[in-house]
């Protein structure tokens, strides 16, 4: 073998493995210890910026009490990969990439909607393609994502016009109670001739809330599922 070609096969070992023991230091924090990464920990601040703080006690307040907002939910816990062929590629494009808040119900904890607080880093390019997939995403699984501008107060009146489908509805008979009576099928629950024994709530077949009498924006009262907007169930099968 010439001597030139056999000193680059040496040279090329020797990098090789500086290569092979910088990686490993780097891995043990430098020192040689395979625990010394710990070192570099610390806890954050907060789980929530001080803008994400004030609107999370704003959106709250405002909210149907059967909702609750969870912070800094990851993409992939909102949705599944479905269909045959390896997973690793869809769950691949949606990466660590986290919501800022989802909104789940509490009887189901179905995520009924999701919300971005962009402030100003979502106009560097990198984020405007990350807010791009978490868009398409959402859509596509049919969750309604809705994004609102990072500002240094939140008031009142602007939150429940950015979330006004998640409030209580106008046409909602805000008195109405259960209707108590508990047959085996929901239309002869709430037939005209029907009684009660039991006493217990009438329960949706879709979501499992209780069915109540309810008005609508025409002033017919109906029986309907009292977790509208998420459930649309009426008695008459009609929603």
Same mark, same amino acid.
């Given at each position: 073998m010439p001597n030139g070609l056999l000193l680059l096969l040496v040279l090329a070992a020797v990098i090789a493995l500086i290569g092979f023991i910088a990686r490993q230091r780097a891995g043990t924090g /430098?020192?040689?210890k395979p625990d010394a990464y710990l070192d570099r920990f610390a806890p954050a601040a907060a789980l929530?910026? %001080?803008?994400?703080?004030? !609107? !999370?006690?704003?959106?709250?307040?405002?909210?149907? $009490?059967?909702?609750?907002? !969870?912070? #800094?939910?990851?993409l992939r816990d909102?949705?599944?990969?479905v269909g045959r062929g390896s997973k690793?590629?869809?769950? /691949? #494009?949606? /990466?660590a990439k986290h919501i800022d808040f989802a909104i789940c119900d509490t009887v189901t904890f179905r995520v009924? /909607?999701?919300?971005?607080?962009?402030?100003?880093?979502?106009?560097?390019?990198?984020?405007?393609? =990350?807010?791009? @997939?978490?868009?398409?995403v959402l859509a596509k699984v049919g969750i309604p994502l809705?994004?609102?501008?990072?500002?240094? =107060?939140?008031?009142r009146q602007d939150v429940e016009t950015a979330l006004k489908q998640f409030l209580v $509805?106008?046409?909602?008979?805000?008195? %109405?109670?259960?209707?108590?009576?508990?047959? @085996? =099928?929901v239309a002869a629950a709430l037939s005209p001739g029907s009684s009660s024994s039991s006493g217990s709530p009438v329960a949706c077949p879709r979501c499992g809330l209780a069915v109540v009498e309810r008005t609508s924006k025409a002033g017919k009262r109906f029986q309907g599922c009292s977790g509208f907007p998420a459930c649309r169930y009426t008695a008459d099968g009609l929603a």
């Amino acid at each position: 073998m010439p001597n030139g070609l056999l000193l680059l096969l040496v040279l090329a070992a020797v990098i090789a493995l500086i290569g092979f023991i910088a990686r490993q230091r780097a891995g043990t924090g /430098g020192t040689g210890k395979p625990d010394a990464y710990l070192d570099r920990f610390a806890p954050a601040a907060a789980l929530l910026t %001080a803008n994400e703080t004030e !609107f !999370f006690r704003v959106a709250q307040a405002v909210l149907e $009490p059967r909702y609750r907002l !969870f912070a #800094k939910v990851l993409l992939r816990d909102l949705v599944e990969v479905v269909g045959r062929g390896s997973k690793l590629g869809p769950l /691949g #494009k949606v /990466g660590a990439k986290h919501i800022d808040f989802a909104i789940c119900d509490t009887v189901t904890f179905r995520v009924v /909607g999701t919300i971005e607080v962009d402030d100003a880093t979502h106009q560097r390019a990198d984020r405007a393609d =990350s807010d791009k @997939t978490k868009d398409a995403v959402l859509a596509k699984v049919g969750i309604p994502l809705i994004r609102i501008r990072a500002r240094a =107060s939140y008031g009142r009146q602007d939150v429940e016009t950015a979330l006004k489908q998640f409030l209580v $509805p106008a046409e909602v008979d805000r008195a %109405a109670q259960p209707i108590l009576t508990a047959p @085996t =099928s929901v239309a002869a629950a709430l037939s005209p001739g029907s009684s009660s024994s039991s006493g217990s709530p009438v329960a949706c077949p879709r979501c499992g809330l209780a069915v109540v009498e309810r008005t609508s924006k025409a002033g017919k009262r109906f029986q309907g599922c009292s977790g509208f907007p998420a459930c649309r169930y009426t008695a008459d099968g009609l929603a």
